[in-house]
């Protein structure tokens, strides 16, 4: 088993306070790990909502800058006069 020494004032940054070891070991243990796991995805999940904010704000960005694109040749193909001499 591990061992971590820690200063007076410094805890662990997760683990509750008002919680020891034997608590852990008779039985609250599964409550423990859910309230560990449910705040590291808290944390997480602010973390993926943000990037997918952003992720989706540059598709929106790419999209319209394709579509404007894809008008201005379609803008060209339409204004080129051909004949069997030239293309203008």
Partial sequence: ????????GETWAIWSNDIDLLAFNDGSGGIVISQIFRQLFDGVREQLNSLHDKVQKQKSQLTTKVDNLLTTFEDYRSNVQT?????R
């Fill in 1 to 8: 088993m591990f061992s971590f020494l820690y200063d007076e």
């Fill in 83 to 87: 004949n069997e001499e030239f293309v």
